[in-house]
């Protein structure tokens, strides 16, 4: 089972990572069209921010699991490995708890606006379940991954070291 939400939290970090280089093109080709053919387009301000919602959510995980978080580490010199331990634990379970009350309304937001047929106000009219969608299905990614780091932290394999600190040194993963 870990295994398995390993793999998708590497392919949403994947489609994660494509998505912003589509947006890059994207932008780019709005710049080309708009500068030097006086031609704007009416989809890729749309298509731009639907993708950036969704490889922004779904990156979550992705972090999580290879230890990219920004990370405070005030006392973490100064305190013992075992409390350091219980210091991750907690973290995990607020992250835990934050996903599920993500998940929750998330998905009371995307049913509504199902039923209501809401769509954005733009030319396109995307349906707005389209991008909202992003939340749950991102925070039910992350609360899965978050389970997976709270069973390695109890095994001892892992914790929320090896975030990238103020200087840019990434620290070793193990605790």
């Not at 990370?71 to 907690?90: C, H, K, P, Q, Y």
């Not at 997976?148 to 394999?157: C, D, I, N, P, T």
Request: charge should be neutral; include cysteine; charged fraction near 20%.
């Amino acid at each position: 089972m870990l295994k398995f939400i390993d793999k998708w939290t590497d392919r949403a970090g994947v489609l994660s990572a494509w998505m912003f280089f589509s947006i890059g093109v994207m932008v780019t080709y709005e710049v080309v069209m708009r500068k030097a053919f006086n031609a704007p387009t009416v989809w890729v301000d749309e298509v731009a921010r639907f993708f950036q919602i969704w490889a922004v959510y779904l990156a979550g995980a992705y972090v999580l699991k290879n230890r990219h978080l920004i990370t405070v580490e005030l006392f973490a010199d100064r305190v013992s490995a075992t409390i350091e331990r219980l210091f991750g634990f907690i973290a995990l379970a607020i992250m835990a708890v934050f996903c599920l009350v993500a998940i929750w309304y998330g998905s009371a937001i995307v049913y509504e606006s199902i039923e209501q047929g809401r769509h954005t106000s733009t030319m396109l009219g995307t349906p707005k379940w389209m991008t909202e969608s992003a939340i749950p299905v991102a925070f039910s990614l992350l609360f899965l991954q978050v389970l997976v780091e709270v069973y390695r932290l109890a095994k001892g394999q892992g914790g929320l070291k090896g975030a990238t600190d103020v200087d840019g040194d990434v620290e070793s993963l193990k605790p």
